[in-house]
């Protein structure tokens, strides 16, 4: 308290040099904190645009083998069937949360009454495709175990689609559509997400299976892996993945392009990589400018202990110890670089809420799909703690070399300038 | 003075005390000082620009380490002493009075009496309260509250005097204490010293104007290093400029 009030004295009778240190240190801060809420806009807006997805899904689909194997050529069509969802349940119950067999029969007609859409896609799935992509069903129910063992002729339609099917606001749950020629039931309706504007009709897969005569062969193969944490796990579970569907489809267990997998968990390991390297930089800018604040800092305190050479000869010769000169000297670039830090911190925190305000949550219209920019562009409060700990720490920093300049003059020298 | 042996108890012991500033051409400044003085005595240091006055009492004051010799203060033996020490011991007893008056400008004239304090940890309301006495002794109450840029140099070396009085240290040192005042401010100057003195402080005081020299009652000369003669000045007042007036 003592030591603040002796601070007071020199801070005042150095207005100017104070402000020009303190401009330094608030524009560092300030810079560090936008640049803070700017990338986390950024990051935000990835986590937002990819929601919907199932991240650890992995998708498999038919391809064709590469190599010869087991006295066929190579060249081969794999289509893969029911047994593939079978043999992941039966033998990866512990790397695996669910699957789900795809099949889907597009540039359908549905209509209802006189309204008709054209180009639907009618994708046969399984009750656990809910949980796996997201769906969430908003109206009605999800199509279950029954209408799959059934091949009932349900449907889930979005309420984007019903709209256009129902255009004066009839509800369609419960309504009888006329899809190619057959009569669907709709017993559920989802939520549109702006990031799918196809016009997708789900119903069981095995009701595509028997309607389109495509026996038991599916398109894709979808599972949502469980504890596949790292890079090896990951290639592990592709590997015996491959190889399980080899013995069933009978191609090579190496053939890499028999069937193509997918694994959004890597790409997503791959994102949050970006987003972790893309906050680290910004990190690394914020802490640029600061320390040039900070280097501002010390020059100004560095001239301003040259000038008070005098200053610190009289009170060694009153009595201060070199410590006394030191604390008051760091003590001193602390309260600087913090009230103005603060300042800058503040600053940087109000534009960060003015940019959320006016371009946050603001969507760009890509023609059919919509893109949000720029979500929560704000910093939260631990980077208000860390920049605080940094000012202080660079303060500190700041005030040193100085200080130790200050403490090592000798009261005669001082005294004789 | 000399018949009573109980005040004869010495405050300054200073014995072949040799100073050289290194420097490309090394300066031997202080070439053997032997010095005796004793409690409650008013002593002056005399002599030529250069002859080596301030270098001694910068030494007294502990402000500078010497080369050779032995320096006692109140019996304390002063030699190569940490930077901690050494500002402890000019914090308590030592008070110093300069040519250039020496105070902080952003201070005012109560915080710059005050400040030796803060280095012993009293409380803020406590110094101040210690320094407004001082400067009710100085005659300065009333002006507690200016900056030194708004004092007459007379006014600043009675603030500087107030700040070497409030640690109550064993002795005062002053170099060149009037040099920068006129004839009637350095009258001022004196009689405050020599009222501390009727109250038994220790004073050293360098000058070179004789007039302030007669006023004390020792005064050292010193030429080329070396103490040339101590003068006793029984009786200060028969100075020969007379009582209360400095030959300027
Ligand atoms: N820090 C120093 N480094 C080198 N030489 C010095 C230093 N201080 C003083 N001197 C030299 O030592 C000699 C004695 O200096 P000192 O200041 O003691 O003289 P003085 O008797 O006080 O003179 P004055 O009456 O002019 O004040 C001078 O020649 C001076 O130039
Ligand atoms: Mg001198």
Partial sequence: MDLLYEIWGSVMRNKMRTLATGIAVASGLFLLIVLQGAGNGIIHTFDRNRGGFSFDAIHVWGGWTSR??????????IVLDNRAEDMVNLRFPAETKGVTSIISQSGLTVSYGTEYLASVELEGIHPRY???????????????????????????????REKELSPRGKSLLNEYLLLDGKYFLVVGLYEDDQMSSQTTLYTPYTTVQTLYGRGTAIDELMISGKGLDTEQKNELFETRLRQGLGKIHTFHPEDQSAVWIWNQARDNEQMNRASSILQISLWILGMLTLISGVVGVSNIMLISVKERTRE???????????????RMIIFESIVITGTFGYVGMFAGVAFCSYMDASVGNRTLDIGVDKLQYFVDPTVDISTCLWATLVMIVSGAVAGFFPAHKASSVKPIEALRA | MYF???????????????????????????????????????????????????????????????DEGEYLLDETPIRHLKEKKAAYY?????????????????????????????????????????AMQYLEK?????????????????QKQRVAI???????????????????????????????????????????????????????????????????????????????????????
């Fill in chain 2, 138 to 154: 100085v005659g300065l109450r009333d002006w507690a509250h200016h900056y030194p840029n708004e004092l007459s140099g007379g």
């Fill in chain 2, 90 to 130: 000019r914090n308590r007893m030592i008070g110093f009075i300069f040519q250039s008056f020496n105070l902080i400008a952003f201070k005012d004239a109560m915080e710059n009496v005050a400040l030796p304090l803060f280095y012993q940890g009293v409380s803020r309301r406590k110094r101040n309260e210690l």
């Fill in chain 1, 312 to 326: 610190f000869g009289i009170r060694k010769a009153l009595g201060a110890t070199p410590w006394n000169i030191i």
């Fill in chain 1, 130 to 160: 809910a949980d796996m992509a997201s769906l969430k069903i908003v109206r009605g129910r999800m199509i279950h175990d029954l209408d799959v063992a059934e091949r009932r002729k349900v449907i889930l339609l979005s309420e984007k």
């Fill in chain 2, 4 to 66: 009573c042996p109980y005040i004869d108890i010495s405050m300054i012991k200073l014995s072949g005390i040799h100073k050289t500033y290194e420097g490309v051409q090394p300066l031997h400044v202080l070439k053997g000082i032997d010095l005796h003085i004793k409690k409650g005595e008013f002593v002056a240091i005399m002599g030529a620009s250069g002859s080596g006055k301030s270098t001694l009492l910068n030494i007294l004051g502990i402000l500078d380490d010497y």
């Fill in chain 1, 68 to 77: 010869a194997y087991d006295g066929m050529e190579r060249g081969r069509r």
């Fill in chain 2, 162 to 248: 107030a700040r070497a009085l409030i640690t109550q240290p064993r002795i005062i040192l002053a170099d060149e204490p009037t040099g920068a005042l006129d004839s009637r401010t350095s009258v001022e100057v004196m009689e405050l010293l020599k009222a501390l003195h009727r109250q038994g402080m220790t004073i050293v005081v360098v000058t070179h104007e004789s007039g302030v020299a007669y006023q004390t009652q020792k005064i050292v000369h010193i030429k080329d290093g070396l103490i040339e003669r101590i003068e006793d000045n029984v009786d200060p007042s028969a100075s020969p400029f007379g009582n209360g007036s400095v030959m300027k």
